[in-house]
């Protein structure tokens, strides 16, 4: 199997270029769901150690239905297929780049969720104009264990998330290990709650929210993705839902840009305009720049013998 491996502000992604399953020829979301219920031991084997690496996000290259993207994409983790990546829409976008696929400019990549556009300054600094994004539910109160009463939105911005604007402890590097327990108590309270996205969409990841540690910095997050690892980069998607909560309150004009920091200290730079949707009047269309760096070509060998081929 061959794949090239990046990072995108710190967050791996692994795109599978040959050698992966037949997932046929439908749209993009049918083969998603094909890889999901056929192939679970294959993409976890693919980026769960000892093959792949924490936080890892792996990327399949397939043929896009559209006939104007340049690549179709399918995403997942360890955990779970995923419907949009943003970093690892970058991390996409700079090695179509490294195998001299695209060049500087505007390109369309299609997800199971949408198409969307990407556009290089140059071979490592990339724009995502992601899907619409919206806010759901706002102030909904759980109650966590050892914590006390979190308020926080379900926003949408290519996977769901459940956003708490002040976190309940500080988002800092140093707190790295107490924020992935809270955030996995809030997403167990979620799922207690039986509280979903809409039609009955997976609430699975959490973002946890705090001020800059950086004078140019509009705030910090902590985001706990499906498998239980935190994103290194400060989340495509999540920043995506985010702007449209921030949108939404009236707190960030259009075309207004600020810089979201990452726990680690990595960046992007955010901004968005209206979607001008009438079924969906608060939609934004988000737009996130950040910079991913290719590490590694290689050859994945997984020997069919080996008991740990499906992940540690």
Not at 5 to 34: F, M, Q
Not at 153 to 166: A, C, K, R, T
Not at 214 to 235: I, K, M, Q, W
Request: aromatic share 6%; hydrophobic share 40%.
């Amino acid at each position: 199997m061959q794949v090239i491996d990046s990072h995108t502000e710190g967050e791996p992604t692994r795109v599978i270029i040959s050698g992966g399953p037949d997932l046929g020829s439908g749209s993009l979301a049918e083969r998603a769901k094909i890889l999901a219920t056929e192939h679970q031991a294959f993409y976890r084997g693919v980026v769960s150690e000892p093959y792949g690496q924490e936080a890892m996000v792996g990327v399949i290259l397939v043929e896009p239905v559209d006939p104007e993207c340049v690549a179709g994409v399918i995403y997942f983790d360890a955990a779970a297929v995923i419907g949009m990546c943003g970093h690892g829409t970058i991390g996409v976008a700079a090695t179509l780049a490294h195998m001299g696929k695209i060049g500087v400019g505007t390109h369309k990549i299609e997800t199971p969720v949408g198409v969307v556009e990407v556009t290089l300054s140059d071979a490592n600094t990339i724009t995502v104009q992601n899907v619409a994004s919206h806010r759901l539910y706002k102030d909904i109160r759980l109650e966590i264990d050892g914590v006390g009463t979190v308020s926080g939105d379900v926003s949408y911005g290519g996977n769901w998330f459940f956003i708490v604007d002040q976190s309940p402890i500080p988002v800092t590097p140093d707190n790295i290990r107490d924020l992935t327990d809270v955030a996995i108590k809030i997403r167990e309270a979620i799922q207690a709650s039986s509280l979903t996205g809409t039609d009955g969409g997976i609430i699975d990841h959490i973002i946890l929210y705090g001020p800059p540690l950086t004078e140019h910095g509009h705030s910090r997050n902590f985001v706990l993705c499906p498998d239980n690892a935190y994103d290194r980069s400060p989340c495509g998607t999540g920043s995506s839902a985010r702007l449209a909560c921030l949108a939404d309150d009236d707190r960030l004009a259009p075309n207004e840009e600020i810089i979201q920091e990452s726990t680690i200290g990595s960046h992007y730079r955010l901004s968005y305009q209206p979607a001008n949707d009438e079924a969906m009047p608060a939609a934004i269309i988000p737009r996130i720049t950040g910079q991913a760096f290719v590490t590694k070509e290689a050859k994945l060998i997984i020997n069919p013998t080996d008991p740990l081929r499906h992940g540690i």
